[in-house]
């Protein structure tokens, strides 16, 4: 049961389906109050685990589709977005995060089977409940990647605090939103808790919890179907407190001996998370959600030593944190260059050329060890150029853009990876801007339609001539130049160049 609870965390295009949660396609929402009608727009919303000890490691998990209000496409949160989706297909006050959390709980011994589809059967608005067998018809999930491991809700909560603004996307009819990242935490924490009876031998299976330093305390239940015998304490408290592996026995008495006592487990904690932060942002023991307890569980204050992180410089830093019980902890800080820095994010499926020597790389954070390709500088007809797939950030907060090699003739055609989005380096392949004048440059000439879609062929010019433009107007994600006559060119830059 736990390995199939298994593949349906690390699988989440899967249980996305499962649940219902990844089928909005036909979601209609009706009014925002009695006296005001919401209009409402299709909205698209990628979905990728990552991990946090590893940014270059990610898994796509599906894409989140329904209606929402229009108002969102100026700027809403991811919160904002997932309530939404998710009120069609969960019951009210549940959320994808509940979902989650049910599901990472069993996966990592926190809950049992009986009581983990309890749970979801009690969040899912779907009329059929979920059981064992439904479980076992979700397979084919991955977990190469994300072996032993926890979603980190903290971060994923502050994840969903950001405001985004939905992109357009004329093609498809739709808005995008820019992809959600759900934070993926290697266990670092075991705790084996035994249940013995009187001469030494199991009263029951061991149960093991896992998890990471500074999760969410749990409880764990002791067994009560041990016949003729009660457990001394009647649940075990899991705290996370300190990475590591630990164990814990629970004695089972006859009833006439039994003396209830309190979970022994120690309340000193230390907890928090790796943080993000702009350039020049403060930082405080609150930016990493840092909380400390004594041994018995009374809060604590927390320090921490920034003498080796530059906050004005984008980088990923170390930074130990130590409370008033003597506990450190080391967390990562990564710092990223200020929003006015970066350069503008193009729609995916955008059309770029290089303008400057360019390397593929494997990860978005650039080593020359994991070049897969180069492109030398070429003539402007010449130049490579490349499909906008997905974005990503290098540890130190730069922009790349994932790419497609689209060179039919090259071969690297169809290779993918990533490049630097700066505009030095690579732009746009078709003019954003109407002109007055062009001049075909490309060595074979170019077409002349009647569509926009360029199916219908009227003539062919020749390199050199000179043409008039009257406006120019977008099609997909592309643009044609619309001439004197209601003709259509294309806007490819390596094959026409506007001259007035």
């Keep these: 049961m736990r390995h199939i609870i298994k593949h349906i965390l690390l699988g989440l295009s899967t249980l996305l389906i499962a649940t219902g949660i990844g089928s909005l396609a036909n979601v209609q929402q009706t009014t925002a109050n009695a006296d005001e009608t919401t209009n409402e727009v299709k909205c698209q919303v990628d979905t990728i685990f990552q991990s946090e000890n590893d940014p270059n490691i990610t898994k796509s998990t599906g894409t989140l589709t329904g209606d929402l209000s229009d108002s969102y496409t100026q700027g809403c949160t991811y919160n904002d977005i997932l309530k939404s989706l998710s009120v069609q297909q969960l019951k009210p006050g549940y959320t994808l995060y509940d979902f989650l959390n049910a599901c990472f709980d069993y996966a990592n011994g926190i809950t049992g089977p009986d009581e983990t ?13 979920y059981d064992l067998k439904k479980l076992e018809a979700i397979n084919d999930a991955d977990l190469s990647l994300f072996p032993n491991a926890s979603v980190d809700m903290t971060a994923t909560r502050a994840e969903a605090q950001q405001v985004v603004t939905p ?61 003729g015998y009660v457990p001394d304490q009647s649940a075990v408290k899991v705290n996370f407190a300190k990475e590591g592996k630990y164990e814990t026995v629970v004695h089972y008495v006859k009833p006439n001996h ?8 120690d309340q000193a904690s230390l907890t928090a998370n790796n943080a993000t932060i702009t350039a020049g942002d403060q ?131 169809g290779k993918t990876g990533y490049v630097t989005a700066k505009k030095a380096f690579i732009a746009l392949a078709y003019y954003q801007q109407a002109a007055k004048q062009i001049k075909v440059i490309s060595k074979t000439g170019i077409n002349v339609y009647t569509d926009l879609s360029l199916t219908k062929k009227v003539k062919h010019v020749k390199t050199g001539r000179i043409l008039k433009v009257t406006g120019i107007q977008h099609y997909n994600l592309t643009t044609r130049f619309k001439l004197n006559n209601n003709q259509y060119i294309t806007a490819n830059r390596k094959l026409v160049m506007v001259t007035k």
């Design 117 to 129: 589809l309890d749970h979801i059967n009690a969040m899912s608005n779907d009329m059929s409940q």
């Design 167 to 227: 992109k357009w996307d004329a093609d498809n009819n739709t808005y995008w939103v820019p992809t959600f990242i759900i934070y993926v935490v290697d266990n670092n924490y075991q705790m084996t808790i035994k249940y013995v009876l009187p001469n030494g031998s199991p009263a029951h299976d061991d149960v093991v919890v896992t998890g990471y330093a500074g999760k969410a305390p749990a409880t764990i239940t002791s067994p009560t179907d041990v016949k």
């Design 258 to 265: 039994q003396t209830s006592r309190p979970a022994t487990t």
């Design 283 to 413: 930082v405080t023991a609150a930016t990493f959600n840092a909380k400390a307890t004594d041994a018995t569980g009374q809060a604590l204050p927390v320090t921490l030593d920034l003498n080796q992180a530059k906050l004005t410089r984008p980088g990923t830093y170390k930074i130990t944190l130590k409370a008033a019980n003597g506990k450190t902890l080391t967390v990562t800080l990564t710092v990223k260059a200020a929003e006015a820095a970066r350069p503008a994010i193009l729609p995916k499926q955008s059309k770029v050329y290089a303008l400057k020597i360019l390397y593929l790389y494997q990860h978005p954070t650039f080593n020359r060890h994991q070049r897969l390709a180069k492109y030398p500088k070429a003539n402007r007809t010449k130049r490579p150029m490349f499909v906008v797939t997905n974005y990503a950030y290098s540890k130190a907060g730069r922009l790349r853009y994932q790419v497609k090699d689209i060179n039919a003739k090259s071969k690297t055609a």
